[in-house]
C-alpha cells in the first residue's frame, strides 16, 4: 500500500492557506486562485468517475444543471445562495441517474463519446423551454454569495475576494479529502480493481456497475457545486456558457496533466496551467496565448508522459 | 444440518448451448460431491470452456440447470456466484495488469464483499496465499510484467483469497514444467484435503493425472467417458476423440 | 413536387458532408488510436491552403482536391512520427497533445490569415431533374457522389488488398495482430497517411461547404466524433451511412419541429443507438 | 516499484522551475509611469475573433490617434488589450488584472453581453470606468451602475429595421430567424413585439445555434408561411452561408435583411454576386457617416488603411467609439487639472457630448447612448446605398434587386 509523505502535500495546503494574509493586496491573484480552486474541484469531480476508468466528456452537463438549478431556485424564490447551492448540485445528481441506467453497458471510446452527446440534452432543453429558463437569453443579476457570520467574524463571500477564495479553496480541499479517501480506501481499491480489469473484479464479486454507478453521483454532485457556485459568483447563467464543451474537456486536461489517479494531479494539473494562462500568457500574449499554451500542453505530455504528480516524491512501498 | 454422507458441491443438468446452429453442449449432466476433485478432458472445442463459462455464469445456458450446494443458480451473474463462493480462474489470466502481484492477491482477500476482513487480517492472507503458490519473491512484481505461467498463479492465489467452496481452474497447468505441475498437483491435494472441491479442464492429461479424483472426458458436447484418471488416459474412445479432432480425418467423426 | 424530396436530397448531401469530414478522423482512431482532436484544425488548414490556391493562382476546384490531400499527407506522416514516441498511457497522451496542437494550429490560422471569414466562391450550375419539379446544386450533388466514390475507394483498399486486411486485423485485435506478425507501428503509418489524404480532401469541401476562419476547426471535428460514434469503430460504410442517417434526421427535424431542437434530435438519436447498439451502427457485434 | 520514465529527467526539472519562475515574474506589479493607460478586454481568439479583433483595432486606432496629437492632456496613452475567450470568468479574471496590476484609468472594448456584464460589476466595485464598445441587451444597464457606459443598444438597430419594414418595404409578413445567443434572441423578441405593434406578422420565427451548415430546409418553410421578408438575427458567418442557399431557390421574398453580417464591404466582397439587394443594418461605413463628420471620416478611413491595410467598418468604429468616448473624458478630467479618478472621469463621461462619426455621442443616466441610431442599407453594384432614414438616405430602394 502507498503511504504518501505527508510533507509536501501538507506544505502545500499551508501555502495555498497563507499567501493571501502575507500578500494581503494581491487581489487579482486571489480571483485568480479562488477560480481555480473551482476548476481544480471540477476536474476532482472528473476524477472521481475516471477512477473507474471511464473518460467522460460530459461533464459540462454536470456543470451547467447545478449552475442552473441553483439560479432558477434563486429567481424563482429568492433563497439564500448558501442554500440553493448545494440544492441546486442536486440536480446533476438526478442528471447522473439517468446517464448511471442509460451507459451501463458502454465502455472506453463509447462512452466518452456517448457522454459527450449526452450534454446536448440538457443543454438544448435548457436553451429552448423560454418560459421557465428564459431560454438562450440567460438569466443575469442573480444573488452574490452572501455574507455569512462565522464566530462573531463577518465575511462577505461575494464581494471580499479574499473570504470567496478561502471559501473556494475550502471547497476544493473537501474534494480532495473525497478524492484521497476514494483513492485510499477499499472502496478505492475496489475501484482501481474496477478500472484494471473489470472481468477479474466480477471474479471476485464486485458489482462494477454499482460501485461506478457510486461513482458517478459523487463526481456529479461535486461538479453540480463547482456549476452553482461558478452561477453565483459571476451572477449570471447562460446556456452557451455553462454547458460549454470547454469545461467538459477542461477537467481531462487538468487531470492528465497533473496526473490522474493521483489524489494532487488534477489540484497541481489546474494550479499551473490556469493561473499560467490568466496571469501570465493573456497578458504577456494577447494574441498568441492559446500557441504558446499549446506549446506547454504538448512539451509537458512529452516529457512527463504520467502527468506532472509523478515527479512529486513518491514514499516507498510499505508491505 | 448434518449431511449424510458426502454432499453435493455441484449438480450440472441436462446443460444444452447453441452457437447458432451449431451445438455445442448437449444434455451435459454430472454431479460433483463436495471434497473432490474432478477433472475435465477433451479436444480443443469440445465445450471445456463453454460448460465451465456457463457454470460460472459468464455465459447463458440455453437448456438445463446448475445447483450449487442445493441451490439453483442456472441464471445467476459471475459476481453473485463469486460471493456464494464459487470461484474460477481464466485460460487468459484475468489480473490486474497495474498491480503488482502480492497486491493481486491482496485484491482477492480484501475486496470481496462477503467477507469484508480487515486490512491486517488480508495482508496476512495475500501474504499467505502468494507463498502458496511459491511467488512471494516476486511479490512487488507488476503483474503484466510476469511470465504468463506466473500469471496463472497470480490469479489463482487471488481466487483462492476469496476462500471459495467451490473452485474451478481452466487450463491453469498450460505451459507449466513437469515440475511445476507436481508442485501445483500437491497444492492442490492438500487444499482438496482442507474442504475445497474443484473442477479442473486440462486440454492435456498431466496435471489430472497427477490429483483428480475422477475425469469427464467431453468431446463435441458430450460427456463421452467417466472414470478414475488411470483409466481413461488410454481409453480408446477418449484417444480417438483427442486423434480424430486433431487430424480432422472424416471418417472418425463419422463413427 | 412533393416536399420531401429537398429535404430528403438536402439531408443526404449534408450527411454525405458529414460523412467525408469524419472519415480521415474515424480511420485514424481506430487503427492508430489517435483521438486526434486537431482533426477539424487540419481540415482548416487544408481549406486555407485550397483558398489560397483558388484565390492567387485561381486553381480550378478539381486540382484543390488532390493537392491538398498531398499536402495533408505531407503533415500526416511526421505527425504520426512525433505520436508514436509517445510513452504510455498512449491513448490519453496523445489526446492531449493533439489539443496542444489544435490551439497551435488555430492560433497560427489566426495570425497567417486573420480572424476574418473566407468562403470560396464559386459558381456551381444548378442541376434540374426533368420530369421532376427539383433542381439542386451541382456541388451538393459532388458531395454525395464524392462520399459514395471515397467510401468504395477506402472500403476496397480495407477489404480487398493485403495491406487493408493487416488494417481490418489491427483495427478488430491490436495485441492479436502484432502476435500474427503484423507491424502494428506501420500499420499506424498507413492509417495516418491514408487518414492525411481523407483530411486534406475534406479542406476544399469544408471550405467550399461553409466558411473559413480559424476556430472553424471545432466545429468540424464535432462533426467528425458524432459520426464516427454513430458508425462505430473501423467501418467505413458506416460512416457513410452514419453521415446519412446524421444528415437526413437533422433535415427531417428542422422541417418538422424546428431549427432549436436540431441538437437535440441528434443526439437523442445518437444516444437510443448507442443504447441498443453500443458498438455503433455496425450490424455485427463484435466478441 | 521500479517504473519506467516515473522519475523525469532533469529536463523536465527544468521545465517546472521555469514554469514557477515565470509564475512569479508574472506576479510582479508593472512598473508606473507617468503614461495613462486603458485597459481593454475583448475575445481577440476564438469563434469571436472577427469581431473582437475589429473592435480592438478601432480602440487601438483611438489610441495611437490620441498619442500622435501628443497624448490625452501631454500625457501619453497606453493600451493594455487582454484576450477574454469569450469566457466570463476569464473576462473578470482579466478586468481584476487590468485594474490591479495593470492599474488602469478605465476600461474598454467588450464584445458579448455575457462578457461585457461581469467586466461592469468588477468596474463598479472597483470604481473604474468602463465603455462598452459592443454591448446591446437592455436588462442590462437596468440598475444604475455610475461607472458603466455603452456607445450602443439594441433600440438603435431595432426600431429603424422595423419603421424601415413597415414604411418603406410595406411588408405584412415576415419570417424571423435568430442565433441562439443572448443578444439575437432579445433582438428577436423585440422586432416581433415592435412589428406585432406596426400589424406586421411574424409567421415564422426560428433560432439555431451559430456554424450550421445548411438552411436549406429552413428555407423550404419561409414560402410555406408564406413570409414575405426573412429577416436573419444570424451573425456574420450564418449570414454567409443563408445568402449563398437563398440564391438557390426562388421563394418568392420581397426582401432579405439582417442586422449582422451584411453591412460589410468584406461580406459584399466574399459572397459577390449572390449580395445584391440584400438589406443590413449598420452604424458607420467609410462613406456613410453621421453628417457634418465627412472629414473626419474620411481621414480615418486613410488612417485607418495605412495603418491595418483594410478599411474600418461599422464593427471597428464601435471600437474606436467607445475608446474615443473615454480618451475624452480623460482629457477633460486632466485639463481641469484633477486626478482622473473613476468618479471623475465617469461624471466626465456622463457629461460628454461628442459628434463622432458613428453617431452623436452622449449617455443617459443609465449610461446608454442618447442618439444611437443604425441606418438600414442595400447592396447596390456592390456598394453599401443607405436607403433608410430618408434624411440620410444616399440612394433608393431597388426593390427589384431585393426581391427573390
Known sequence: MRFPKPLPAAAGVLLLVLWPLIFPDAAHIQQVLGITCLYATLALAWNLYALTGAISLGHAAFFGLGAYASALLNHYYHWSPLLTIPLGALAAVVFAVFWAMGFRRLRGVYLGLASLAALEIPKTIVDNWDRFTYGSMGIMGLDRLPSATLGGLQVDLGMDLQAQYYLLLGIMLLAVLLNLKSIRSRWGWTLRAIRENETAAAALGIASNRERAKALLLSSYLAGLAGALYAHILGLVEPGLVFNLHLSVLPLVFCIFGGSTKVWGPVLGAFILYPLEQLCLLPLFPMGHSAVYGLVIILTIFFFPQGIAAWLPRAPKSA | ?255 | ?287 | MQRIRSRPGPRARLTVWLLAALLCWANQPLSAAQEIRLGEIDPLSGPLAKHGQEIHQGILYAVEEANARGGVAGHPVKLLSRDDQSKPDVAVNQAQDLIFRGKVAGLVGGYVDSLVGPISQQAARHRVPYVASASLQQAFTGNKNPFFFRVSCLEGIVQPLCQFLSQTLKTKRVALLHAATPGATEFSDLVQADLHRRDIATVLQEKFRPGWPDFSVFLLKVPAARAETLISGGFYGDNLILVRQLRQRPLGLKAFIAPWGVAYQSFIDEVGQAGEGLFGACAWSPGITQPGTEKESQELVAGFRKKFGKDPNTTTMHGYTSARALLAALETVLQEGAKPTGEAVSRALAKLDLNLPMERLAFDAHGDPRHYQQVIVQIQKQRLVVVYPPERATGQVDFSLAAR
Open chain 3, 1 to 287: 413536387m412533393w416536399v420531401g424530396t429537398p429535404i430528403i436530397f438536402s439531408g443526404l448531401a449534408l450527411g454525405s458532408f458529414y460523412a467525408l469530414m469524419a472519415l480521415g478522423f474515424s480511420l485514424i482512431l481506430s487503427v492508430a488510436r489517435v483521438f486526434n482532436l486537431a482533426h477539424g484544425e487540419m481540415i482548416l488548414l487544408s481549406g486555407y491552403l485550397a483558398f489560397v490556391l483558388w484565390q492567387f493562382f485561381q486553381a480550378p476546384f478539381f486540382w484543390l482536391l488532390p493537392i491538398c490531400s498531398l499536402a495533408l499527407l505531407a503533415l500526416t506522416l511526421p505527425l504520426h512520427y512525433l505520436l508514436r514516441r509517445l510513452p504510455e498511457p498512449y491513448g490519453l497522451n496523445s489526446l492531449m497533445v493533439t489539443l496542444g496542437l489544435a490551439l497551435l494550429l488555430q492560433s497560427l490560422l489566426l495570425a497567417w490569415f486573420s480572424a476574418d471569414y473566407r468562403l470560396m466562391r464559386l459558381d456551381w450550375p444548378a442541376v434540374a431533374i426533368p420530369g421532376l419539379d427539383f433542381s439542386f446544386l451541382s456541388f451538393q450533388g459532388l458531395l454525395i457522389i464524392l462520399a459514395l466514390a471515397v467510401t468504395a475507394g477506402v472500403h476496397l483498399v480495407l477489404q480487398r488488398t493485403f495491406l487493408g486486411k493487416a488494417l481490418r486485423a489491427t483495427i478488430q485485435d491490436r495485441e492479436a495482430a502484432q502476435v500474427a506478425g503484423i507491424n502494428v507501428n506501420q500499420m499506424g503509418l498507413v492509417a495516418f497517411g491514408l487518414g492525411g489524404l481523407l483530411i486534406g480532401l475534406a479542406g476544399p469541401l469544408f471550405a467550399q461547404n461553409m466558411y473559413l476562419y480559424p476556430a472553424a476547426g471545432t466545429e468540424a471535428t464535432m462533426i467528425a466524433i458524432v459520426v464516427t460514434i454513430f458508425a462505430g469503430l473501423g467501418r467505413t460504410r458506416n460512416i457513410l451511412l452514419g453521415g446519412w442517417l446524421l444528415g437526413l434526421t437533422q433535415s427531417v427535424a428542422v422541417f418538422t419541429m424546428g431549427s432549436k431542437w436540431r441538437e437535440l434530435v441528434s443526439a437523442a438519436l445518437l444516444l437510443l443507438l448507442l443504447y441498443f447498439r453500443p458498438e455503433g451502427l455496425s450490424l455485427k457485434k463484435e466478441r
Open chain 2, 1 to 255: 444440518m448434518a449431511a449424510q454422507g458426502p454432499q453435493v458441491c455441484l449438480e450440472v443438468r441436462q446443460i444444452k448451448k447453441y452457437f447458432g446452429d451449431q451445438t455445442v453442449l448437449r444434455d451435459v449432466s454430472f454431479s460433483l460431491p463436495a471434497g473432490e476433485i474432478l477433472g475435465l478432458i477433451g479436444p480443443n472445442g469440445a465445450g471445456k470452456s463453454t460448460l465451465f463459462n456457463i457454470i460460472s455464469g459468464w455465459q447463458k445456458a440455453d437448456a438445463g440447470s446448475v445447483f450449487f450446494f442445493g441451490q439453483e443458480i442456472t441464471s445467476w451473474t459471475p459476481k453473485d456466484l463469486s460471493r456464494a463462493g464459487l470461484a474460477r480462474t481464466f485460460q487468459v489470466p484475468q489480473i490486474f495488469p497495474e498491480m503488482s502481484a502480492w497486491e493481486n492477491v491482496l485484491m482477492g482477500a480484501w475486496l470481496p464483499p462477503q467477507s469484508r476482513p480487515s486490512f491486517s487480517k488480508a495482508q496476512e492472507e495475500a501474504d499467505h496465499w502468494l507463498s502458496l503458490v511459491g511467488l512471494l519473491e516476486l511479490r512487488h512484481t507488476p503483474a503484466r510484467d510476469l511470465p504468463l505461467a506466473q500469471q496463472r498463479l497470480v490469479e489463482l492465489a487471488q481466487v483462492l483469497a476469496t476462500r471459495p467452496r467451490l473452485l474451478l481452474l481452466d487450463e491453469i497447468a498450460a505451459g507449466f514444467s513437469l515440475g511445476a505441475v507436481k508442485r501445483l498437483a500437491a497444492g492442490l491435494a492438500k487444499l482438496r484435503d482442507q474442504g475445497l472441491t474443484l473442477l479442473l479442464t486440462d486440454h492435456l492429461f498431466n496435471l489430472l493425472e497427477e490429483v483428480a479424483d475422477r475425469v469427464l472426458a467431453l468431446d463435441r458436447g458430450e460427456i463421452i467417458v467417466q472414470g478414475p484418471p488411470a483409466a481413461l488416459i488410454h481409453h480408446p474412445d477418449v484417444v480417438s476423440a483427442y486423434l480424430g479432432t486433431r487430424c480432422g480425418a472424416a471418417d472418425n467423426g463419422e463413427a
